[in-house]
């Protein structure tokens, strides 16, 4: 993974920490409960840090408002056995860890990447509050897509901002959005000519309206009236038809 990341995210050899963090460590600081415990030891085989971007080692400045601090940013890996449990140990790992961090969770030969924008908690300065976490599909770094090369040769850290740790960060935030888009426009280099808040604002249009299809989908296959079951397929059509005009939309 490591060699992977320095290949194709072009991150200076100078970055590189490599050590185990320890589950402990997320049990005290994230105050987990029972659950949250036991699904962090039956999941995870390890965590890694793998890099840790500074003001010293990557000559770009921290930024600091009244409401966010993004002084480094962390790259770890999650080495997991558990598709299904990726989503809820991001969310921990996210509210542990107080700075900006790029979770890459691996299983074999897959990739999913986290990412999440923080802000200060005023109540409690040691710990950050998470306004929106993004979350890619699994990649296989195997057999990636055109789509998925593209989204790779897109976080060379050329390709991404070094005015200040926050625009790097939400760079890499945006580009993992423009992928997940991407699995609806089939293209993703046409997105990084677009307005990402338009694809921002349509894209949460998409998933709600995907999110009427799939349980439109649970409901027809337990429905034994054909009729109802035909008015949910037209249902399923139109919507269909709504997100090809969203994604029309995003293209223009």
């Known amino acids: 993974m490591l060699n992977l990341l320095m290949e194709k995210f072009n991150i200076p050899e100078k970055t590189v920490v490599n050590s185990t963090l320890y589950k402990n460590h997320f049990y005290e600081e994230g105050k987990l409960n029972k659950s949250e415990m036991k699904i962090f030891a039956d999941n995870i085989e390890k965590i890694t840090l793998l890099f840790s971007l500074t003001e010293d080692n990557m000559n770009i400045k921290p930024y600091r408002d009244d409401n966010m601090e993004y002084e480094e940013i962390a790259i770890i890996q999650v080495a997991i056995d558990n598709k299904l449990k990726s989503n809820k140990i991001g969310d921990i790992i996210q ?71 926050y625009k790097l960060y939400m760079d890499i935030f945006h580009r993992a959005i423009m992928l ?30 995907q999110l009427t299809i799939d349980e439109s989908k649970k409901k027809i296959k337990k429905e034994d009236n054909f009729n109802r079951g035909l008015e949910l397929n037209m249902r399923i059509k139109v919507f269909e038809e709504k997100i090809q005009q969203l994604v029309d939309e995003i293209l223009v």
């Not at 700075?99 to 923080?118: A, G, H, R």
């Not at 280099?189 to 990402?196: A, M």
């Open 95 to 165: 509210r542990t860890i107080p700075y900006p961090t790029l979770v890459l969770f691996t299983l074999d030969d897959e990739i999913q990447m986290n990412l999440s924008c923080k802000r200060i908690n005023k109540a409690d300065k040691s710990k950050n509050l998470i306004e929106k976490t993004i979350r890619t599909h699994w990649i296989n770094r195997n057999k990636l897509t055109q789509i998925e090369k593209d989204f790779f040769e897109s976080l060379s850290m050329e390709n991404l901002s070094f005015a200040n740790f």
């Open 180 to 209: 997940n888009t991407a699995d609806f426009t089939k293209d993703y280099k046409v997105l990084l000519t677009k307005d990402i808040e338009k694809i921002k604002r349509i894209k949460n249009q998409i998933d709600i309206t």
